[in-house]
């Protein structure tokens, strides 16, 4: 460990993405503050090298090994180790860093997340889909190992700093806010024919592909939900979604004398990614302020979820517990990736997690106990869903 004035050390998985970028850029500017230890990537070597040498990374991964000899050449004379595949992904998460930034996307990120839970680090997660596939694990492994989980979604961010842990028993309820996404006002009918490139044009973030595409189904906000049950040991009848198309409050805390504690800034993801880098301190965020006079109101409505059945299913998939949310989330990482490429309509993207979920109900797989269990889980939900796509692609735009 470091000592209290020695900067901390920080590695990044999944550093190339959104969140890993904002994350680098807060360090950038603090450098007697933090220093990085180990960054990720899936396949962008050329990139993960360039940040690796810019930050003064000691270790750098690739999590295809195909991308490894490009990652050795563009690092070649500087010192830095290059490392591929799953098991080098593990030993960046468990490098001895202070603090390890989970922003993996998808359940590509469990095994390396869970690694570094184990060996007690701070998390700072924003992998949503470690909590939704195997969050009584994860929770479990983060108690038993002194690990502490730090939100990074503004809305768990937001709940964090509302919720008095010494006040739990007086909690009401806890109140989520959705942008609604891009689609929120389109005719129902017209979303048949809603295109990759216009679900990831988000009217207030600016995110990686794959949260895009769940922000405009809602599913976004429907792992969002499973995440704080877990995250917060919330019942799911306490938990509640409201759209706010502003997206300038991101979450509040109900308790049972009639307080609401809510948490309010900008939509830009580096407040969050800066609260929990400082965390219990704060850091300088380089982020608009908000100004509640030139916004003049903010507005909430109840989520459709005629429209939104993606977050009808992750509810329901919440409330029936087992193994339910691990498939959700396999289910719609397979139908995000299709919709991204063309070839199944933006509906059917719920319509395959719908169907996904149907056969689970008949063969009943359970809370997973084990990494392996969960990924066991996973891989039969792929496969099922691949099994339910024909059908759709029939119908391919
Ligand atoms: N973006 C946001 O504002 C935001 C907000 C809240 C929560 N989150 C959550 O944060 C996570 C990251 O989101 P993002 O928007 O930053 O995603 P992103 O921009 O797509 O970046 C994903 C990162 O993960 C790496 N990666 C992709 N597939 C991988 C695999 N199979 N194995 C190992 N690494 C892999 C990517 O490497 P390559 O560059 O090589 O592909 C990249 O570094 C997601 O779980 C998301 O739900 C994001």
Redesign the pocket.
Known sequence: MTTSNAPQRISI??????????TLDLIGRVPDRYSVEAV??????V??ADLARKHGATFAV???PD?YADLKAALAGSGIEAGAGPEA?VEAATRPADRVM?????A??LA?TLAAVRRGATILL????CLVSAGALFMNAARQSGACILP???EHSAIFQALDPAQTKNIERVTLTASGGPFRTWPVDRLTDARPEEAVRHPN????????V?SATMM?KG?ELIEAHHLFDIAPECLDVLVHPESIVHGFVAYRDGSVVAQLSEPD?RT?IAYSLAWPDRIEAPTPRLDLAALGKLTFEKPDLERFPALRLAIGAMESGGGAATVLNAANEIAVNLFLQNRIRFPDISQIVEDVLEKQILEGAGEPASLEDALEIDRWARDVAHAVIPERLDRAV
């Open positions: 998985l999944g550093a190339t993405g959104s969140i890993g970028l904002n990720t990537a899936n396949r962008n070597a990139a993960l690739v999590a295809d991308a992904l989970a922003a993996i996307v998808g590509a990120g390396p924003a992998n949503k889909e990074v979604d503004s973030w600016s995110m990686g592909a794959k949260i895009s769940d976004n792992l993801m969050p």
